[in-house]
Every structure is written in C-alpha cells, then in structure tokens.
C-alpha cells in the first residue's frame, strides 16, 4: 500500500467533522493548510469557502492532493522547517497531525506567523490519538517588532 492510499484510508477515522462545525466561519478566507498530505482536509475547508493553500514537502502525498482538482485550492511543496516566504496574506492557519513533529509548538507557531502576514488564525491541533484539540486566536500567539 502506498503512503497516500494510507493516509486516504485514515481520513475516515476521526471525527474531522465535529472540529469543523466548531470553527468560525472561514467562508472567503485564506487558509493555509500546513502538512496538506493528500488534501482531505484541504477538500473539507474549500466546502466550507475557503481558498487553501496546502502545504507539505511529500511529493506524494502533493500529488494525490493535486489530483483532486479543487477549484479553491492550491498545493506547494515546502519544509516547515525552513520558514518560506509564500508571498501570500493568510487569514488563518490549519495544521493537524503536523503539529506533532514540532516539539515546541508554540516558538513554531510564532515563527510562522511572525514570517507570514495573518489578518487573523485559527488553528487546530489534533496529536495522536487525536486527544488534544485546541482553537487559538491571533492573540494568542505574540508578534515580533
């Protein structure tokens, strides 16, 4: 089985549409989608009005998500790590199973904001098992000078 079809399959086994519901509006929202993987998640913002833009560094994965031709949705092949300038404006800020391979989240968090101009963000962390679950606002994450 390949790395996409895995991760098509586990789509299916959380419960993805009870965070949704719980998200503010993002209906005409830029909202980058950090660690993309094969665009589930993307598909789920854009059906809520967003325009996404995916981001992961698996090619693989990019593909798959690529292949789904979403009319709001776009899919760029980056390392977090490296703090890109995506000369873009975002509103707000997915970022799921990602947000595990990032020890100190928060300093990441900050980094990538500070780097990418937010007109506002929410944000969504989901850990394996999928037990942690937390919303945060702009204020919440402190902007450098």
Same mark, same amino acid.
């Given at each position: 089985?390949?790395?996409?079809?895995?991760?098509?399959? *586990?789509?299916?086994?959380? +419960?993805?549409?009870?965070?949704? +519901?719980?998200? #503010?509006? $993002? *209906?005409? *929202?830029?909202?980058?989608?950090?660690? %993309?993987?094969?665009?589930?998640?993307?598909?789920? !913002?854009?059906?809520?009005?967003? /325009?996404? $833009?995916? $981001?992961?560094?698996?090619?693989?994965?990019?593909?798959?998500?690529?292949?789904? *031709? !979403?009319?709001?949705?776009?899919?760029?092949? %980056?390392?977090?790590?490296? !703090?890109?300038? /995506?000369? $873009?404006?975002?509103? @707000? /800020?997915?970022?799921?199973?990602?947000?595990?391979?990032?020890?100190?989240?928060?300093?990441? /968090?900050?980094?990538?904001?500070?780097?990418?101009?937010?007109? @506002?963000?929410?944000?969504?962390? %989901?850990?394996? #098992?999928?037990?942690?679950?937390?919303?945060?606002? #702009?204020?919440?994450?402190?902007?450098?000078?």
């Amino acid at each position: 089985m390949s790395l996409a079809s895995d991760y098509k399959r *586990q789509f299916h086994w959380r +419960d993805w549409l009870t965070m949704f +519901d719980a998200m #503010p509006s $993002i *209906q005409g *929202q830029t909202v980058l989608d950090l660690g %993309c993987g094969v665009g589930d998640l993307a598909a789920e !913002l854009v059906a809520r009005g967003a /325009l996404v $833009i995916g $981001i992961d560094m698996n090619e693989e994965l990019l593909c798959e998500a690529r292949s789904r *031709q !979403l009319s709001s949705a776009e899919f760029r092949t %980056c390392d977090l790590r490296s !703090l890109p300038d /995506l000369g $873009i404006a975002a509103d @707000g /800020l997915w970022c799921s199973f990602t947000a595990a391979y990032f020890p100190d989240l928060p300093t990441a /968090l900050t980094a990538w904001t500070r780097r990418w101009s937010f007109a @506002g963000a929410a944000m969504a962390r %989901c850990s394996w #098992p999928c037990a942690a679950r937390a919303w945060a606002k #702009p204020a919440a994450w402190p902007r450098g000078a």
